[in-house]
């Protein structure tokens, strides 16, 4: 059998002992061991830029910005039963609700948003996921950039459609944000 010199092995073991450090002092850790294990970069280096009728609660009416760490989320509008069909909209069939969204990025890091970082909880406390194929259509109809294919970059603010497939027979909706958490109230 052939045997790894001892220098090699050595060799080895410190870059294990640096990747593990590096590993240590950057966020996020993997496998969600960030959630278990605070490192010294878990907390904010940045300092954040206080927003204007900002709701540190975690909540929001529609107009006003939650704010998310460096994200913010601001409700432009809502349109409730719409038929994407029309118009040459070439969206799919079916009842949407489109939401106006305007994301702002204080941070010092791009915002990427995941279709599961939004949802819609109506009254009866159904929950609905993001309609990729009406989201796309919405954005291209409207002459917007689906935040999905694109990322809002350090101090940018970016304005798009998000749209759900829901039921008629929902009255009040309250939008859920993770991207950390909130709620923003829509109005009726």
Same mark, same amino acid.
């Given at each position: 059998?052939? /045997?790894?010199?001892?220098?090699?092995?050595?060799?080895?073991?410190?870059? +294990?002992?640096?990747?593990?450090?590096?590993?240590?002092?950057?966020?996020? #850790?993997?496998?969600? #061991?960030?959630?278990?294990? @605070?490192?010294?970069?878990?907390?904010?280096?940045?300092?954040?830029?206080?927003?204007?009728?900002?709701?540190?609660?975690? &909540?929001?009416? +529609?107009?006003?910005? #939650?704010?998310?760490?460096?994200?913010?989320?601001?409700?432009?509008?809502?349109? &409730?039963?719409?038929?994407?069909?029309?118009?040459? /909209?070439?969206?799919?069939?079916?009842?949407? %609700?489109?939401?106006?969204?305007?994301?702002?990025?204080?941070? $010092?890091?791009? #915002?990427?948003?995941?279709? %599961?970082?939004? &949802?819609?909880?109506?009254?009866?406390? @159904?929950?609905?996921?993001?309609?990729?194929?009406?989201?796309? $259509?919405?954005?291209?109809?409207?002459?917007?950039?689906?935040?999905?294919?694109?990322?809002?970059?350090?101090?940018?603010?970016? $304005?798009?459609?998000?749209?759900?497939? %829901?039921?008629?027979?929902?009255?009040?909706?309250?939008? /859920?944000? @993770?991207?950390?958490?909130?709620?923003?109230?829509?109005? &009726?």
């Amino acid at each position: 059998m052939i /045997r790894a010199p001892l220098w090699f092995i050595g060799l080895l073991v410190v870059a +294990a002992i640096i990747v593990g450090v590096y590993a240590y002092f950057t966020t996020p #850790l993997p496998f969600g #061991l960030s959630a278990v294990i @605070r490192t010294p970069a878990t907390g904010s280096t940045v300092p954040i830029a206080s927003q204007p009728n900002a709701t540190p609660t975690g &909540r929001a009416t +529609a107009g006003q910005p #939650l704010v998310l760490g460096s994200a913010s989320v601001v409700v432009q509008g809502v349109q &409730r039963n719409q038929d994407l069909t029309t118009a040459d /909209r070439g969206g799919p069939p079916g009842a949407f %609700t489109v939401v106006d969204l305007q994301l702002q990025n204080t941070g $010092s890091e791009p #915002l990427t948003p995941m279709p %599961t970082d939004f &949802r819609l909880v109506d009254d009866q406390g @159904r929950t609905y996921a993001v309609d990729l194929d009406a989201t796309r $259509s919405e954005n291209a109809y409207g002459h917007r950039r689906d935040v999905f294919d694109a990322s809002v970059p350090p101090g940018g603010v970016f $304005s798009t459609f998000v749209a759900f497939q %829901t039921t008629a027979d929902a009255n009040a909706f309250a939008l /859920r944000v @993770r991207l950390g958490y909130g709620e923003l109230d829509l109005p &009726r």
